[in-house]
């Protein structure tokens, strides 16, 4: 399904994998997009940060004012809101130190944010992770709609492993490998991600299914 393509690009994506969002629900995703049509001749392209549910649900939203970007906006669209035992879900532009202690230290929330090479000793020394002696484990695999997709979801515990991040205790490593049964063509994504919670609180059955 399109949801599940996009467990590797999109947040909100991760968060439909937890849980729903604010106001007693389980997760909430960060995301940001810019608005199509909004630009005019005197200014730019709206630029938008949301707070979105499991369900779609928009909970909460800004626009990034101008020669600034969604970092600055991260703690002012969650800030409204009782985030005790929530996971927030976000995209690697907000795989911050500043944000990780402040969901944990004021909101009393969990996150899970991707890793890329915008933090890139972060970044190195999650790929560098021994792999092959993963906490947990799963795999899925399916056909449809003229493919054929396989995806492992490998999660270990990172504690006392040297990695630097703020409340750190669990690294995920994604691995999709998708075929066009009518090309042949296939291709092959990696993504990994961290999280304050343990395999037991976001196992790979959660994160992949």
Same mark, same amino acid.
């Given at each position: +399904?399109?949801?599940?393509?996009? !467990? *590797?690009?999109?947040?909100?994506?991760?968060?439909?994998?937890?849980?729903?969002?604010?106001?007693?629900?389980?997760?909430? $995703?960060?995301?940001?997009?810019?608005?199509?049509?909004?630009?005019?001749? =005197? $200014?730019?392209?709206? #630029?938008?940060?949301?707070?979105?549910?499991? =369900?779609?649900?928009?909970?909460?939203?800004?626009?990034?004012?101008?020669? =600034?970007?969604?970092?600055?906006?991260?703690?002012?669209?969650?800030?409204?809101?009782? *985030? +005790?035992? +929530?996971?927030?879900?976000?995209?690697?532009?907000?795989?911050? %130190?500043? #944000?990780?202690?402040?969901?944990?230290?004021?909101?009393?929330?969990? &996150?899970?944010?991707? !890793? /890329?090479?915008?933090?890139?000793?972060? #970044?190195?020394?999650? /790929?560098?992770? @021994?792999?092959?002696?993963?906490? $947990?484990?799963? &795999?899925?695999?399916?056909?449809?709609?003229?493919?054929?997709? =396989?995806?492992?979801? %490998? +999660?270990?515990?990172?504690?006392?492993?040297? *990695?630097?991040?703020?409340?750190?205790?669990?690294?995920?490593?994604?691995?999709?490998? %998708?075929?066009?049964?009518?090309?042949?063509?296939?291709? %092959?994504?990696?993504?990994?991600?961290?999280?304050?919670?343990?395999?037991?609180?976001?196992? @790979?059955?959660?994160?992949?299914?």
């Amino acid at each position: +399904t399109a949801r599940r393509v996009l !467990v *590797l690009v999109c947040p909100a994506w991760l968060a439909d994998l937890l849980g729903h969002g604010p106001a007693g629900t389980e997760s909430v $995703a960060v995301d940001g997009k810019t608005a199509r049509g909004s630009r005019t001749e =005197t $200014a730019p392209a709206a #630029h938008l940060l949301s707070a979105v549910t499991a =369900t779609g649900r928009t909970v909460s939203q800004l626009r990034v004012p101008d020669k =600034t970007n969604e970092i600055t906006g991260f703690t002012a669209l969650l800030a409204p809101f009782d *985030l +005790t035992g +929530t996971v927030v879900t976000a995209d690697d532009l907000h795989t911050q %130190r500043e #944000h990780a202690k402040w969901l944990v230290e004021v909101k009393n929330a969990h &996150y899970l944010m991707v !890793v /890329k090479g915008n933090q890139p000793k972060l #970044h190195a020394a999650v /790929k560098a992770l @021994p792999w092959k002696e993963v906490t $947990a484990r799963r &795999y899925d695999r399916e056909a449809g709609h003229g493919r054929r997709e =396989t995806r492992s979801v %490998r +999660t270990l515990t990172v504690t006392g492993l040297g *990695l630097d991040f703020p409340y750190l205790v669990q690294a995920v490593r994604i691995l999709r490998h %998708r075929t066009d049964l009518k090309t042949g063509k296939v291709t %092959r994504q990696t993504v990994h991600a961290i999280s304050d919670m343990t395999s037991f609180e976001a196992s @790979p059955q959660a994160i992949g299914r």
